[in-house]
């Protein structure tokens, strides 16, 4: 386990300190409870970019030419 020292103003520190005294646990507690969201979220992001990425890849060519026209539009919407 590491150690890390933090410098925060006193005013965030006492409402850090009430907060961890709500939920009946300490400010190192809310601490590392944060950093583990952290680095959740950016797990989270990864996994999202490399499913981009992913779908990205298995479109293939993409040409503006093979889209249907207004009016074939339309007439699908009609029937």
Do not use: C, W
Not at 46 to 75: C, K, N, P, T, Y
Request: glycine share 4%; proline share 1%.
């Amino acid at each position: 386990m590491k150690n890390i020292t933090l410098s925060v103003p006193d005013d965030v520190y006492r409402n850090a300190r009430v907060a961890a005294a709500q939920r009946d646990t300490s400010v190192s507690a809310l601490v590392v409870a944060y950093l583990e969201q952290l680095s959740g979220r950016i797990d989270e992001f990864a996994r999202l970019e490399a499913l981009q990425h992913e779908v990205q890849a298995g479109i293939g060519q993409f040409r503006a030419a093979d889209r249907l026209s207004r009016d074939e539009v339309h007439e699908r919407a009609v029937h």
